[in-house]
C-alpha cells in the first residue's frame, strides 16, 4: 500500500477559518503531547496574525504559544505560516523579519506562504532571504477561477514555482473552489511540470467538495495532504483527518497517522466550543453561487455582520453580485487576502453609496497604483482606474513610500533599548496600551484535556465498577445517590 502523509491545521487554519483565532493558549496546550503522537507530516502551528488579536481581545501572550509548542512537541515538525511580506499594511521589512528570527528562535524552522498573484519572481527573493534566515519554505500554487487562470497559466506557474528550489509545492484551494474534475487535470498537470519538487495538497471544505477533492489528488500522485481534527474541521477549514484517512484506507492506500490518539483532542474541543460558545465545523452544501463571487466562507459571515450592524443585511445579495463586477475590473485577482478584502470591502462601499467608486479605500486606491503587486495596476480596466486615481487621495498615496525605518528606529518609538524582541512585536502589532494591560491582567484560564464536568466524569467512572452496588456523594447541601438496577 502507498503512504500518505498527513499535516496537521487544527491549530492555525482551522482555529483561524472557524473560531477566528479564538482559541487561547490554555485551551491549546494541553493537546500538544496527544498531537505530538499521531504521526503527522508535519503541524501547522502559528501565524503574526495572532499578534493583535490575542493581546487585545483575550489579554494573552502569544509567546506563551510558541514556547508550549517547542517544549511540548518533540515527534513533529512545526509550522509558522506566511514569510516577510505584510498582510493588510505596508510596514517596515525590518518587522516581519524579526518575526520569523524569533520563530526560528524557538525552532519552527518551516513555513508555508504564498504571493497573493502567484507571483514567484517577487516571492524568489523571500524564500531565498527566508532560507538565510534558517526557515525553509513551501511554496503555495492558489487556484482561482476567471478567464486569465488557465491549464497553460497553473503549468507556467508550477514551473516558476520549482525553478525557486522550495522545500516544497502546495496547490492551495482557499476558496474551496476545486471540483473532483478540475482537480484531476491541474493535479496531473502541476506534477508533470515541477519535476521532482514534492507536492501537498491543502483544500478548504467552502463548498463541501474539499473531502473528495483530497482523494481526487491522491489518486493522482500527490502523497501529502492537509486535514483537520473535528470541530476545527469542515465549515470552512480543512477536512476531518477521521473522514480522510477512513477514506484513504478504503482505497487501499496507508495514511500515516494513528487517529486513535487524536480522539480525546476532538473530544477536548469539542467540549472547549460548547464551554465558550464557538463554532463546530460541519459539512457544507454544494453551493454554485459560490463560482461567481468566490468569497473565502469567514469572509461572507464578516461582511454580512458587517452590512447588518449599519441595517443594511438586506443588501447583501446586491453586494455579492457587486463583488463579481468589481473583481473583473480589477483584473481578476485572486481571492485570497489581502485581496479578497480590497474587492469585497470596495463592493459593499458602491452598493452603499449608491454610485461605483464615489469613494474608494486606500487599499485599492494603492492597489491601482501598483503597491500591492505590478498585476494589479497593469491588469485593470482603464476607465475605473483611471476613475479611481482621478482624486486628491490618489495623488496624495502616489508619493506613498514603504517606511524604511531600521529596527532601532522603531524599537525606539515603542521603549527604547532595553525593550525585548518580543515585547517589541507586540506592543507594534496590538498597540503600546494593549500591551500594557496584558502585564495586568488576571492569569488566563486553563483547560485539562478531560475539562468535561467533574461530577459527570467520576458517576461514569464509578458506573464501570461492577463491584459497587451503591455510592453516595456529599459536600454541603449537595448530595447525590448512586444505585445499580437488579
Not at 233 to 258: C, D, E, I
Request: aromatic share 8%; glycine share 8%.
Amino acid at each position: 500500500m502507498e503512504e500518505i502523509r498527513i499535516v496537521d491545521t487544527t491549530l492555525r487554519d482551522g482555529n483561524t477559518s472557524l473560531w477566528a483565532h479564538n482559541m487561547t493558549t490554555g485551551m491549546m496546550h494541553p493537546v500538544l503531547r496527544h498531537m505530538d503522537q499521531a504521526g503527522f507530516d508535519a503541524m501547522e502551528f502559528f501565524v503574526s496574525g495572532r499578534f493583535k488579536k490575542v493581546v487585545r481581545e483575550q489579554k494573552d501572550n502569544p509567546w506563551d504559544w510558541v514556547r508550549y509548542g517547542q517544549k511540548e512537541i518533540k515527534n513533529t515538525r512545526l509550522r509558522y505560516h506566511g514569510g516577510l511580506s505584510s498582510g493588510f499594511s505596508l510596514t517596515p521589512a525590518c518587522i516581519p523579519r524579526l518575526v520569523i528570527e524569533r520563530v526560528v528562535y524557538y525552532g519552527i524552522t518551516l513555513t508555508r506562504l504564498s504571493d497573493p498573484w502567484n507571483d514567484y519572481d517577487e516571492l524568489k527573493n523571500e524564500v531565498a532571504e527566508l532560507r538565510n534566515l534558517g526557515m525553509e519554505s513551501v511554496v503555495n500554487l492558489i487556484y482561482s477561477i476567471s478567464p486569465r487562470h488557465t491549464d497553460e497559466y497553473y503549468a507556467r506557474k508550477a514551473r516558476e514555482a520549482a525553478a525557486m528550489k522550495p522545500y516544497r509545492i502546495c496547490f492551495k484551494d482557499v476558496g474551496g473552489m476545486l471540483t473532483p474534475d478540475r482537480t484531476r487535470t491541474l493535479v496531473k498537470l502541476i506534477r508533470e511540470n515541477v519535476g521532482d519538487t514534492t507536492l501537498e495538497f491543502h483544500a478548504h471544505c467552502n463548498n463541501g467538495l474539499a473531502p473528495f477533492n483530497v482523494l481526487e489528488a491522491v489518486k493522482e500522485g500527490i502523497r501529502i495532504v492537509h486535514t483537520s481534527v473535528p470541530p476545527l474541521a469542515n465549515g470552512s477549514a480543512q477536512p476531518s483527518v477521521f473522514n480522510v484517512v477512513r477514506n484513504l484506507r478504503a482505497l487501499g492506500y496507508k495514511p500515516l497517522v494513528n487517529e486513535k490518539v487524536l480522539e480525546p483532542v476532538e473530544q477536548h474541543f469539542r467540549w472547549i466550543a460548547k464551554q465558550e460558545g464557538l463554532p463546530i465545523g460541519a459539512p457544507r452544501e454544494y453551493d454554485e453561487t459560490w463560482y461567481h463571487h468566490q468569497v473565502p466562507g469567514g469572509m461572507i459571515s464578516n461582511l454580512r455582520h458587517q452590512l447588518k450592524m449599519l441595517g443594511k443585511e438586506n443588501q447583501m445579495e446586491k453586494v455579492l453580485e457587486e463583488i463579481v463586477q468589481v473583481r473583473s475590473e480589477l483584473g481578476y485577482p485572486i481571492m485570497v487576502t489581502p485581496f479578497a478584502q480590497f474587492v469585497g470591502s470596495q463592493a459593499a462601499i458602491n452598493i452603499m453609496t449608491g454610485e461605483r467608486y464615489k469613494e474608494v479605500t486606500d487599499q485599492v486606491i494603492q492597489y491601482a497604483l501598483g503597491l500591492w503587486g505590478k498585476e494589479g495596476a497593469e491588469y485593470m480596466d482603464p476607465q475605473v482606474k483611471a476613475k479611481i486615481l482621478d482624486r486628491p487621495r490618489a495623488r496624495e498615496l502616489a508619493k506613498f513610500e514603504v517606511p524604511d525605518l531600521s529596527l532601532e528606529e522603531i524599537r525606539k518609538q515603542y521603549g527604547g533599548p532595553g525593550l525585548s524582541d518580543e515585547e517589541l512585536l507586540l506592543r507594534f502589532y496590538a498597540g503600546p496600551e494593549f500591551v500594557d494591560a496584558l502585564k495586568l491582567a488576571p492569569p488566563r484560564k486553563e483547560y485539562s484535556i478531560d475539562a468535561r464536568q467533574p461530577l459527570v466524569r467520576l458517576v461514569e467512572e464509578l458506573g464501570r465498577k461492577r463491584d459497587l452496588g451503591h455510592v453516595y456523594i456529599q459536600k454541603g447541601e449537595f448530595s447525590l445517590s448512586v444505585g445499580r438496577r437488579a
